[in-house]
Structures are given as C-alpha cells and as structure tokens.
C-alpha cells in the first residue's frame, strides 16, 4: 500500500494540473474527472480517521504541497497511480492512493469551516479566535511568503533583526486588546521618541515645549512657554490649527512656524499633495503638546514583542485547527477550497475587480543599510521634514534593543502606489471615501458569506492595536449569531 522511496516513474503534480494545496487533517476529498474542462466527479470521500486506519499510521497534520503530490502512470495510460509523499521524523512513504482509473486531473480538495485571506493582525487573531473559541477549522492564506501582514520582522543576514515594513512600535489604552496579545507573548517594555530635523537641529515630535526652547532664544521660549500654558493649560495637546485662531500674535507665529516647518512639506513628500488637498482631519490631528514629555506616545500600554512580532504570529496561528498556506493569491485556490465562510482581509477593491475603479493607496520604498557601528542614530526615528526626498530614517535596534556591533537603519521613501509595491496608506479624501461606500455596499450583499476587515478591506489607517479590536468586535458578532 505504500512505498518508502518515490516510485520510479512518478511524475510531480504541475500547477495546471492540480491546485497546490493538500489538507490532510479533517476530510480529505478526492475528486477526479476525464477530459478538459470536466465537471469534476466525486470518486471518493475519506475522513482524515479513515485514511489514517487505512494506513496504519497517523497521517502528518502539516499542509501537504506541490512537491507532495506525484502521478503515476502505468504502462497502459489508461491507470493512474497517485502518490502522496507524507515525511515523518524518521522516513518518508509514498503512499497510494490507487483508487482513481482513467483520470486526467486529481484534485484533493480541501474543506475548512473558514478561509482567511491575509495574515496580518485581522486575519492573524480572527483565526486565533475561531480555531480556539469555536472549534473550528481555519486555511489561512496570504500572498506573501511570511505571516504578519505588514507587522512582520525578521532576521536580516547581518543577524540584525529588522521590521520589514517599517517600525512597529506597539501601543495601545484598550486592556482588552493588551491582554488578549499578552497571551502570546512578553513585552519589552519601550517608549517611542521621533525627532524632526528642524532647521539643522533634531528636536522631539509631536512639537512639545522641549521643541520650542530647542529652537527659540531662551526668553521667547519662556515666553511662548507661559502663553501656552496660560491659554490652554499644561499636559494639552492643542491642534495647530485651533492655535491659529489664538488672540496672540505669538502663538499665531508658532502655529505658522510648526505648521511650515514640521508639517507643510512633509506632508507634500509623504503624500504628494497639499494639506488643502487631503481630508481637514489631517492637518487638524498636528498637534503642539504642552508638556515635556517627549514620548510619541502616551497610551497607557506601550511595548514591542519581546522575542519578535514574527514569534507572537507563530504563538497564534500555532493551533491544530489552523493551516497557514503562504505565496498564494487566494484567487488561485478559492476554486479547490470548500469553506463555509469567507474573512476577507485584502484590498475591498480587488475583491470586486476593481468594478467601481481603483481605490487610491499612497505607497513607501524601504532602503535599508547595515552599517559597523553601535548605533547611527539618537532615536528609533528621525524624520526629514523638510530636507531630502526620503521622510524618515528608522534604526530599529532602538525599538528591539538588540545587542549587536552593527546597526541597521531603513531610508523611507514615500511612493507612488502600483501593480509592483504595496498599498500602504490609505489616501484621506473625501472623494476615495464615496468611492469606497461603493464597495462597501456590494460587500453589504454578500456578508452571509464573506466579512471584511482590516486596513486594506475597510479601506482605513489603523494602528496595529485597532486592527486587533477591529477583529475581537467582529469576532464576538460572529460568535454571538452562532449561539
Ligand atoms: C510604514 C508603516 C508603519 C506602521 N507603524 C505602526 C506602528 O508603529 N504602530 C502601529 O500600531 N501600527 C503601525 N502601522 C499599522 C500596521 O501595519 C497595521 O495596523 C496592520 O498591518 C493592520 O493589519 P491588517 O491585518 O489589517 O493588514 P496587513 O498587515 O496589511 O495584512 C493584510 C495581509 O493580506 C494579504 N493579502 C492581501 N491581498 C491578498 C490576496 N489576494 N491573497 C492573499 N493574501 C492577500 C497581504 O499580503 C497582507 O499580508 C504601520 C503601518 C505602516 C504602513
């Protein structure tokens, strides 16, 4: 019934022939048919148990791939043998499946409770929540060859370890959602300090009072110190624009002053469009704070992974009733996937091909150098608001407090989004938001059978800790309609 070596006139299972993805645990369906285009004919079902008695061993619960599945034909073309290769520590069989006669194509078929697309946050503790709390059965797919989305970090060949997508520093006032990531990892506690280049001097962002007596005369600093203080009280934080509408010509000067210097061609090179231009929301988030506080933040929880982002998505999706299929558009295997239902955590545009137009994304280049020394720089990030075409350098050893002679530091480069880079930001527009409320009501149509979420799928910037509670909420919906 099986064989410990490949049998000799195996040939391996092409892409054109067969989807690339075998399920060995839970039910195992085997579909074949003759011909070009045919309606696949159901030949025979097993369960995951069957199979295993039938071999008299347990079958492995990893995904099976491409390289996993083998035809055999026998000398009258007209039998097909199917082998598939199942490695256990100690050996690999080839096993048998030799029940198909006449076949042109074999499909096994994979058939899940839940098929995710994306393993970012949202789809990354959706199916956490569903495998563990429902019982249920999660494909997990994602076009990349790694899991968590845009938060992943890895080791780079210098033994650094970098966030490939920019620095991920984790932040959050919801307990609910600290808590919840808690359980999958220990935190390294860390505070984010950004600096700006502002005329030649590196001084904190958001611009505080440390920033004013960085870059004024002492007296106008201590000037512009009590005016603050006294319109607005200690510990605010007040937007640039409300500044403008102060009663005092000074503070209408620091309003101009900040807004020129920190956030007008900043704002030009990040997005490649006028402050005017973007959703008045924007510039109203800029704001001064009136403290001495320099962190970037000042959630009550704050911290990074302490044994790396990559290890917190492992500890998730580290659960039997998960499978995890990466390099895979899920458009190449929604064909071959029986699932219940469907998470969509993708773009909502491509999802419907595009059928309204194209929802705009801003993109970033990461040009990242690994230099021999300590440390390059004072802080996780430095922006460049007004000087060069990249916006940031960011020196993760900052946030990881990595031990190492040698640093790595990432030149951010603001581009424009195509076929070949990725979506990062969302435009803020009020235009692109209509255009989204299109998708959003086809979405509306199907949700018996597809969700969506996540930054890409709901169309909006969130931070890593609101793409959790995005996903927790709509978990516990779909929780409460089961019961
Ligand atoms: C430069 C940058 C810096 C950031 N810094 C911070 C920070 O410091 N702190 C913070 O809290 N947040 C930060 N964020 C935000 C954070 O990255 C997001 O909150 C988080 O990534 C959202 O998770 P998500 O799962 O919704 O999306 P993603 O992480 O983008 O995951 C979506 C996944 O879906 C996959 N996918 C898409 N289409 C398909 C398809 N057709 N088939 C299969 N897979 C598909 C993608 O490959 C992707 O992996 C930053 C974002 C950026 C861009």
């Given amino acids: 019934m099986f064989k410990t070596e490949r049998p000799a006139n195996a ?53 099976l791939g491409l390289d996993d599945l083998f035809f055999c034909k026998t000398q009258s073309y007209s039998i097909f043998f199917v082998y598939i290769k199942i490695s256990t520590h100690t050996q690999t069989f080839y096993i048998n499946l030799n029940i198909l006669n006449y076949l042109e194509k074999v499909v096994i078929c ?27 059965k999660v494909l997990l797919v994602d076009r990349r060859d790694h899991i968590g989305g845009n938060s992943y970090d890895c080791y780079n060949e210098e033994g650094i370890l970098i966030h490939k997508y920019g620095s991920h520093t984790f932040h959050t006032n919801s307990s609910m959602v600290w808590n919840y990531l808690s359980r999958f990892t ?51 934080k007040v937007p640039i624009l409300k500044l403008r509408e102060s009663a005092s010509g000074d503070l209408i000067f620091l309003a101009d002053y900040i807004y020129k210097k920190v956030f007008y061609h900043y704002t030009l090179k990040h997005w490649e469009l006028n402050p005017e231009e973007l959703d008045p929301s924007v510039t109203a988030r800029v704001p001064v704070y009136i403290s001495r506080d320099n962190r970037y933040f000042q959630d009550t929880y704050q911290g990074i992974p ?65 230099l021999n020394q300590e440390y390059f720089q004072e802080a996780g990030t430095i922006n460049y608001t007004n000087e060069y075409e990249f916006t940031r350098i960011l020196e993760t050893k900052h946030l990881t407090g990595q031990i190492s002679p040698k640093t790595t530091i990432t030149y951010v480069y603001p581009q424009q989004h195509n076929q070949q880079n990725e979506p990062y930001y969302p435009i803020p527009r009020a235009e692109n938001r209509l255009l989204y409320n299109l998708y959003l009501k086809e979405a509306e149509q199907i949700k018996d059978k597809v969700l969506f979420a996540g930054r890409l799928a709901d169309y909006k910037y969130y931070n890593m800790d609101q793409a959790v509670a995005r996903a927790l909420t709509l978990f516990k919906e779909i929780a409460e309609k089961r019961s």
């Avoid at 990354?124 to 019982?135: F, N, V, Y």
């Avoid at 984010?192 to 962002?205: E, F, Q, S, T």
């Avoid at 995890?324 to 998470?343: A, H, P, Q, S, W």
């Fill in 11 to 63: 040939w391996r299972c092409r892409t054109t022939d067969s989807p690339r993805l075998i399920w060995t645990t839970g039910r195992i369906c085997v579909r074949a048919g003759i011909g070009e285009n045919t309606t696949f004919r159901r030949f025979e079902t097993f369960e995951a148990h069957r199979l295993n008695t039938f071999f008299g061993f347990t079958l492995p619960v990893c995904p």
């Fill in 110 to 136: 994979v058939i899940v409770d839940w098929l995710i697309v994306g393993a970012g946050f949202t789809g990354a503790t959706l199916a956490e929540r569903i495998a563990s709390q429902l019982d249920q």
């Fill in 186 to 236: 220990e935190w390294r506690h860390y505070f984010h300090n950004v600096l700006a280049v502002v005329d030649g001097k590196k001084v904190p962002v958001p611009f505080n009072l440390n920033s004013i007596y960085a870059l004024f005369p002492q007296k106008y600093a201590e000037k512009l110190e009590e005016l603050l203080i006294q319109h607005y009280g200690y510990g605010v």
């Fill in 306 to 370: 302490k044994h790396s982002y990559a290890t917190l998505f492992s500890r998730m999706l580290n659960h039997p009733n998960i499978r995890v299929l990466l390099n895979t558009d899920y458009r190449e295997i929604i064909g071959d996937i029986k699932f219940k239902r469907m998470i969509y955590t993708g773009p909502i545009d491509a999802f419907f091909d595009y059928k309204h137009g194209t929802l705009p994304y801003r993109s970033l280049r990461f040009d990242f150098d690994t």
